[in-house]
């Protein structure tokens, strides 16, 4: 939460969750969520960059422009293990974590290439 606080408020010097900077990242722990994780859990766990139009959102002043999207690629040479849990953060490796939530989602294999899309809502 605080990095929403302080990208918010433009206080510190947190790296924006933009394309440049975003990445998802996966793992395969099925530990629940708590408020002290500053990275996924998993023993194995993979992180991918944005595709080339994310993160995506419409600026207005309605409801329906209350939403923040992006999207990650895993090749067939990446991620190949149970994703139990998914996560966004601003850097390639370490950075700040600023949402995960476990949820199985399948295993992923080098016969396949998958792609994450979350929606983050502020209501």
Known sequence: AS??????????TQTAFNNANAYL??????TAWAATQTDLIGASKNRQGQEATFPDH????????D????????????????????ALFNA?????????KVESLGTKTSAAIW???I????T
């Open 25 to 30: 990242g996966v793992g395969n722990s099925a």
């Open 119 to 122: 929606t983050l809502d502020l």
């Open 115 to 117: 792609t994450l899309t």
């Open 58 to 65: 419409t600026d207005g002043t309605t409801s329906a422009n």
């Open 92 to 100: 390639a490796a370490a950075g700040r974590m600023l949402q995960r």
């Open 67 to 86: 939403s923040c999207i992006w999207k990650s690629q895993w090749a067939t040479g990446d991620g190949n293990f149970a994703w139990a849990e998914w």
């Open 3 to 12: 990095a929403y606080f302080d990208l918010l408020i433009g206080a510190g």
